[in-house]
């Protein structure tokens, strides 16, 4: 091959491999980027009869698809490589304060979290209230089902999916 197509194709190759290899956002930052969202939907739902309602509307759509979703990987990066407790507490936090939305990036990564590490995720689900474990077990269970529906036959999906199943029977009693 020619050099002058190997080098280009290197600096390209390395470039990527670099823009993905890690965001480099620490649970602090991630955080930050939660309550920012939470704070940008609450002034959203403030304004849904206000003049400003529609210009509110896109700046939470904006930052959900932009900040907001890298926060979430690297959320599901940092809580799998750590069992980082704060900042799964603050996702679960930010996925019900911001309900409303119909984005189902942060019910992916509560399931990807709970494909990850499940006996944390079912620590800290069970120490919600009841009515939060309520609202969030939904969102929960359908991000799961995505996050493993190629892979849905399998023993050890099966054996989340059981466990998944009994925090919705503890929620009943």
Sequence with gaps: MNLKIIIPFLFVSLYVSVL????????????????????????FISSIDTASGAQLRQEAEQYADGPFNQALES???????SENKNLLRALFKVTLATSNSASEVPAWSLGHIFVCKPDLLEKEFKALQKSEQG????????????????????????????????????KLR
């Design 75 to 81: 959320a599901i990066q940092i809580i799998c490589a």
């Design 20 to 43: 993905f290899a890690g965001d480099g956002m620490s649970s602090s930052d991630v955080i930050a980027i939660f309550n920012k969202y939470e704070s940008l939907n609450k002034e």
């Design 135 to 170: 609202s969030l077990y939904e969102t929960h269970s359908f991000g799961f089902e995505n996050v493993v529906y190629e892979r849905k036959n399998e023993n050890d999906i099966n054996n989340l999916r059981t466990q998944l199943h009994s925090f919705a029977l503890e």
